[in-house]
């Protein structure tokens, strides 16, 4: 899985990124719009994060919606 370690806008700090997966963008491009491209979006990989951001463009950063919070918490049990 590729991954970079950029500032994330959310933490405040270097975090690990990774591309998000089908779910995820699924979710991104119902909540932007179907017109959004999600195909080169990086999110997140902080504990409790869900800042995702398109590839060299860290200005233009959502949040994913709340349920892949508890997805995460449920998965790490």
Known sequence: ???RTPDCPTCGTMQIFRFPDREERAAVREKEGPGF?????WRCTGKGCLTYYPQFDNAGYGRLPEKFLAEETAAGE
Not at 37 to 41: E, Q
């Open 1 to 3: 899985m590729r991954t």
């Open 37 to 41: 491209f999600s195909d080169n979006l």
